[in-house]
């Protein structure tokens, strides 16, 4: 289709751009606004985009970089399965399945829709929503995590597939969350299709589609352009990963070579684990291209034009690049670690632009409960931030979603009327920024008491390997689950909570920048008075305050 | 009494607008703005004004102002020193808020300070549940210990905001009291009493914003109104809020919250006016200033009023006119990137240096040089002669620009206002297409000192076929100060089933919310018969979170007007996401009362149609450069102060006024209707 475009000035493109951005912003709106569950409507843990006809990403909205993946997963399996010639207006695909549908875990179910223009597809609008559903399953392989769904008709030419609809709902364990959210899905594809149909009728299809493929071209040039400011070399760091589904640590190692305006990433990790922590190709494909971008030049338009001067390999069969039938529930904390690598491997050659080690997991917290009224069951997902790692010349943030995930947390207002559980403490822990000449972010610390008995499991790492400094920064605090006297110990994470039980859920901080003693004194006196950090150990770290 | 002022303070000028009710002469009087004490400013702009006028100040009946002191103290940090007492184990959500990062993918940003800093962040035992019921007592002296603790260490203000004090403000009151009590010189305010509404984050965070803005504003509003009472204006001082209305001084000290968009809102206000008296009641307003231009959508009239926005990085549940700011305005600076393509804006010239053409030290292009060059702007002097410009410098800034780009000086001295035009059309599609509108529906009010130049190329970019320019671009915002009624909204969250079962709750909640809205027409000291009152209830199927606003018909409360409130709500939600769950629970969550209190307006004269011939208007021709035409096209230059009502003519024209340039395209034609604006059509 590239041959026939015409020429396109660049004014047209950047006008065009901004549409496309605006169009994925809108979608993401409808979704939010529309949908039932508190995962989308309050925290927000979905995204929008549009693609082009040949599965590029033409855009995507400022939502969660964890979910590009699926998307740039799904529409390769969509167009192996389904003649495009068989496509009608109307119809809609849904797929979440990691290993025949391009998804990256089976909560995050995919909505793309073709958008045709006089009878030809010149595009899709694609979504993503994290259904909070699923919950309480096995992690020893996909089969039990869920219901795996290759890309399939949800409609067919506007008409709901009421027998695939209802296959899908009698899988998952709030049914009437599941189907508001597809419905809150359907309206942000239907504002896609009809933005960009109105766009083409514009400025004619031809176009709109030479912008498209003009956008990747200078999103690519930026990439390029970024790539070749940094030192040409091999730059190799390595981490320890933990999780409470797993015994030990594992080891995970990158090695990036800068070569002129290309780049090289390599990842080794163990073979893939019986648990829920594996990652497929297209998972560290969204890990690498974000955190390259963060490093390089972060106002690379979020199209697949930066990825072409990278080449991302890692084994197959690992940890992270795991093969069917390895469990991926929860890819994202190693996902999270592979940002920290990128990031570790390059401070050798670009120190000013990296942070230290970020909270480096997805805190999460899944509860299932039945409703003691009608015995419906309710989940409940919260995945809490914590530290940012230290930056150069600015301390890292505290309490906030790192690098792939960007969800809100649920108002205690909103949390306490929708579930029988009481928020009894949220707030910064003293003392988890690593010390820094730049301090690290402090962790948070959520402390739940059940008001009923429930399921409750637990994700996170971080637990045993603390995240890192850069340049002389120390570490920062580490995550930490804690029971009130009489909750039955927790098995890889998940256990079950009597009313009256209390959680205390601390996630890490994150690493500090350049040595402590150069911090100045003021800002120590200043984090003692506000409580950040202790005055003793102010004084053994810092030799001041 | 006989005359009503307006005033104005911005950033450069301060407007002064003077109606005398009887003859219903208009005059505007513009001094430079003091802002240091901008109330300075204002007294003087009063006294010169109506001097002018041979008025006295015992004349003046009304007083009207839309300020900026609350936005610039919020976006410069200078409030005061602010504490916070709230529920125990809370006191870091100030500052954690929804966990959100500032920027997605830039590692160096950074989130907006926050306004009260840890340890003057104090927590005390109290804990009340969802449903109203008190598990953990207040701790009294607990309270009481915070309030020493926060006057030893100096604040200003004190936010108390506890979980579920919407619901349950007990709590609340008695922390005020004894804040009352121990710290009564400081400013005190409760989350209760601020934004009695759910989610405490938003409740919290307006709160703090009110507390830190309190003392800023009262001084302000004191010194105000010593310096009117000096110059001896009898009459009741009124300020601008952020939904549009005005409210005594008294209300804007208490809760200054309220009018972090007083300025913007003005403008919207002016514009509903002006509308009103053209007939067009569907407009897109577009203010289009030196940095910054400013939208909004009138549907039927009115615009629509968002319950909660982030404001300069903070968020406020407050009432305010859905206005969107977009960080590009005349001054704004055009640049290649890294990548090759042509950006403009955020960054601004600014007043001062300005432009390139204002030969001032600046030698980056901005989007006025772009009109210098294109000749849509005159390209030997602005504001009607007072200030000369350099279209050679703004020429050659372009050209470098051109040269990186690989493209001819002229095409991109356009390709800049393309950008701009693009950046426009974006801001408009948040406020129309986002909210459900075709903006081709609507006619597009351009006004400030950039919208009459830029209205035409915008409007065509949306397919929007009708231009209205007001009379005075200019002084739109003062002007609007004459036309605006008293109003002040009132709230309550109450979760409720839409279902007969709840008639009574509904009413009851109505009831209290009118007997607030009584109070406060008593205050304001409104009259029984310019009191109105209009009722809406904030709607959701059981599930969302994010409600759509809902008018509830006159009258008592019956199931009729559950009907009524049913299908509205359907309709709505059809609109904007295109489906509705039949079957499903529909919540009713909030109650809002908007009270207004009407008061007498400017009331402006038609003028007699002076016919279609506009040809003693013209002053000159002028070269301008149109794509359409492939180069530069002459054009007649019309004197906006020369036209008369009934004048027709037709593009490529340019219209000239000091304070503004319209600019009008090939294909259009203009028309001066009886109040004197340009209406601008596209030919079919």
Same mark, same amino acid.
């Given at each position: ?73 799904? *529409?390769?399996? !969509? @167009?192996?399965?389904?003649? /495009?010639?068989?496509? %009608?207006?109307? $119809?809609?695909? +849904?797929?979440?399945? =990691? ?65 695939? *609809?209802?296959? !899908? @709902?009698?899988?998952?364990? /709030?049914?009437?969350? %599941?189907?508001? $959210?597809?419905? +809150?899905?359907?309206? =942000? ?357 | ?684």
């Amino acid at each position: 289709m590239s041959n026939a475009l015409p020429a396109v000035d660049p004014i047209t493109v950047e006008v065009i751009g901004s549409a496309f951005a605006s169009i994925a912003e809108e979608m993401g709106e409808a979704l939010v606004r529309a949908s039932y569950s508190t995962n989308i409507k309050e925290r927000r843990d979905c995204s929008t985009a549009l693609f082009d006809t040949e599965g590029n990403t033409l855009c995507q909205a400022e939502h969660i970089p964890m979910h590009l993946g699926s998307f740039i997963g799904i *529409l390769p399996h !969509i @167009l192996k399965r389904h003649p /495009v010639g068989d496509m %009608r207006p109307g $119809d809609v695909f +849904a797929g979440n399945d =990691a290993y025949e549908g391009g998804g990256t875990h089976l909560p995050d179910i995919v909505l793309a829709e073709p958008i045709f223009v006089d009878g030809a597809i010149v595009g899709w609008a694609v979504n993503l929503a994290h259904h909070a559903d699923f919950a309480d399953r096995g992690h020893a392989h996909i089969y039990q995590e869920g219901l795996r769904i290759p890309p399939v008709r949800l409609y067919r030419a506007g008409e709901i597939q009421q027998d695939v *609809l209802e296959l !899908i @709902l009698l899988n998952c364990q /709030v049914p009437r969350e %599941r189907l508001s $959210d597809l419905r +809150a899905q359907m309206a =942000a594809n239907r504002l896609g299709v009809a933005r960009m149909q109105a766009l083409c009728g514009k400025y004619g299809t031809p176009t709109v589609l030479a912008a498209g493929q003009a956008l990747q071209d200078y999103a690519e040039r930026k990439m390029r352009a970024g790539i070749a400011n940094i030192p040409d070399g091999t730059y190799a760091f390595t981490d320890h990963f933990d999780s409470p589904e797993i015994d030990g640590e594992m080891e995970f190692a990158c090695r990036i070579e800068v070569a002129g305006d290309t780049m090289s990433l390599h990842f080794d990790s163990p073979p893939q684990a019986r648990a829920g922590i594996n990652m497929t190709y297209t998972a560290l494909l969204s890990a690498v291209y974000y955190a390259v971008k963060t490093v390089v030049d972060p106002t690379i338009l979020p199209n697949a034009g930066l990825a072409r001067p990278l080449t991302v390999t890692a084994p197959a069969g690992t940890v992270l690049h795991c093969v069917h039938p390895a469990a991926v529930n929860g890819r994202l904390a190693a996902c999270q670690r592979v940002v920290d690598l990128i990031h570790g491997a390059l401070f050798q050659a670009v120190p000013e632009r990296v942070i230290a080690a970020c909270n480096g997991a997805c805190v999460s917290a899944t509860f299932v409960g039945a409703h003691p009224k009608d015995g419906n069951l309710w989940v409940y997902l919260e995945t809490i931030g914590g530290g940012s790692g230290a930056r150069a010349h600015r301390d890292g943030l505290d309490g906030v979603h790192v690098h792939l995930t960007n969800t809100s947390n649920l108002p205690v207002e909103a949390l306490e009327l929708e579930y029988p559980l009481t928020l009894l403490r949220y707030e910064l822990v003293d003392g988890s920024g690593g010390a820094g000449r730049q301090r690290g972010g402090m962790g948070l610390r959520r402390v739940y008491r059940a008001e009923a008995d429930c399921r409750l499991r637990l994700d996170g790492s971080r637990l045993h390997a603390p995240p890192w400094g850069l340049a002389g920064g120390l570490p920062g605090g580490m995550g930490d689950f804690r029971f009130s006297e009489d909750v039955t110990p927790f098995v890889h994470g998940s256990g079950g909570l009597r009313a009256g039980d209390i959680v205390e859920i601390i996630t890490p901080g994150a690493g500090g920048y350049g040595p402590p003693a150069e911090r100045p004194p003021a800002q120590v006196a200043r984090d003692i008075a506000e409580g950040r950090i202790e005055a003793g150990m102010a004084a053994a770290t810092y030799g001041s305050g | 009494m006989a005359w009503r002022i307006g005033v104005d303070s911005g950033g450069t000028f301060t407007d002064v607008c003077l109606f005398e009710e009887a003859t219903g002469r208009v005059e505007v009087w513009k001094v430079p703005s003091t802002p240091d004490d901008p109330s300075r400013g204002i007294a003087q702009g009063i006294e010169e004004g109506i001097a002018r006028v041979g008025a006295t100040a015992a004349d003046v009946g009304y007083f009207g102002h839309g300020t900026t002191v609350a936005t610039n103290a919020l976006i410069q940090h200078r409030g005061v020193l602010t504490g916070l007492i709230t529920t125990d184990g809370f006191r870091d959500l100030l500052e954690i808020g929804r966990q959100k990062r500032p920027e997605l993918y830039d590692m160096q940003a950074d989130k907006p300070p926050v306004l009260v800093s840890r340890d003057l962040r104090l927590e005390v035992p109290e804990r009340v549940r969802h449903d109203g019921t008190v598990e953990t007592a207040l701790d009294e002296d607990a309270v009481r210990e915070a309030a020493r603790a926060l006057k030893a260490a100096g604040v200003k203000a004190v936010a108390v905001s506890f979980l579920y004090g919407f619901v349950r403000p007990e709590h609340e009151q008695a922390a005020m009291r004894i804040l009352a009590e121990e710290i009564p010189e400081a400013f005190a305010c409760a989350g209760h009493a601020v934004a009695p509404e759910f989610r405490e984050y938003e409740r919290l965070s307006t709160a703090v914003v009110n507390a830190y803005l309190g003392p800023v504003m009262r001084s302000y509003i004191t010194r105000l109104a010593e310096r009117l009472a000096t110059l001896g204006v009898r009459a009741t001082p009124h300020l601008t809020q952020s939904n549009g209305g005005v409210i005594g001084f008294e209300a804007a000290a208490r809760l200054p919250v309220r009018t972090v968009l007083s300025g913007p809102s003005t403008g919207v206000v002016g514009a509903q006016a002006v509308g009103k008296l053209a007939g067009i009641a569907n407009l897109i307003t577009f203010d289009m200033g030196g940095t910054s231009s400013d939208v909004a959508l009138l549907a039927g009239g009115e615009c629509r009023l968002a319950s909660e926005a982030v404001v300069h990085g903070y968020p406020i549940k407050a009432p305010m006119l859905d206005i969107h700011t977009v960080g590009a305005g005349g001054g704004s600076i055009a640049y290649v990137d890294s990548g090759g393509l042509l950006k403009v804006g955020p960054r601004s010239a600014g007043a001062d240096p300005g432009p390139v053409c204002y030969d001032r030290g600046n030698a980056e292009p901005t989007v006025t040089d772009a009109n210098v060059v294109l000749q849509t702007l005159n390209p030997e002097y602005l504001l009607g002669g007072r200030m000369a410009v350099r279209q050679d410098l703004a020429r050659a800034a372009i050209g470098r620009l051109a040269e990186k780009l690989g493209m001819e000086v002229m095409a991109t001295a356009q390709g800049i206002i393309s950008v701009v035009t693009a950046n426009m059309a974006k801001a408009i599609r948040v406020i129309s297409v986002q909210r459900g509108h075709d903006p081709r529906d609507y006619t597009l009010m351009a006004f400030g000192g950039a919208g009459p130049l830029h209205a035409a190329r915008l409007a065509r970019e949306l397919d929007i076929a009708r231009i209205l320019v007001p009379r005075n671009p200019g002084i739109l915002c003062a002007m609007g100060l004459l036309l605006t009624d008293l109003r002040a909204d009132f709230a309550s969250t109450r979760l409720t089933t839409l279902d007969p079962a709840a008639l009574p709750d509904i009413a009851a909640a109505f009831a209290g919310l009118a007997a607030r809205a009584d109070a406060w027409f008593a205050e304001e000291h409104i009259a029984p018969e310019a009191r109105r009152l209009i009722r809406t209830v904030d709607m959701r199927y059981a599930g969302q979170n994010y409600e759509l606003p809902i008018p509830l018909p006159e009258g008592p409360v019956t199931e009729a007007s559950l009907h009524a409130l049913a299908e509205g709500f359907a309709a709505a939600h059809r609109r904007l996401y295109g489906f509705v769950a039949e079957g499903e629970t529909v919540q009713l969550v909030t109650f809002r009362v908007e009270a207004a209190g009407i008061v007498r307006k400017a009331e402006f004269q038609p003028q007699p149609d002076a016919g279609p011939d506009a040809s003693a208007a013209i002053i000159g021709a002028r070269e301008v450069w149109l794509p359409e035409a492939g180069g530069f096209v002459s054009c007649p230059v019309y004197d906006r102060d020369r036209l008369a009502a009934g004048n027709r003519f037709a593009g490529p024209a340019i219209v000239e006024q000091m304070d503004a340039t319209t600019v009008v395209l090939p294909g259009m034609t203009v028309l001066v209707e009886p109040y004197m604006n340009l209406i601008l059509e596209n030919a079919a």
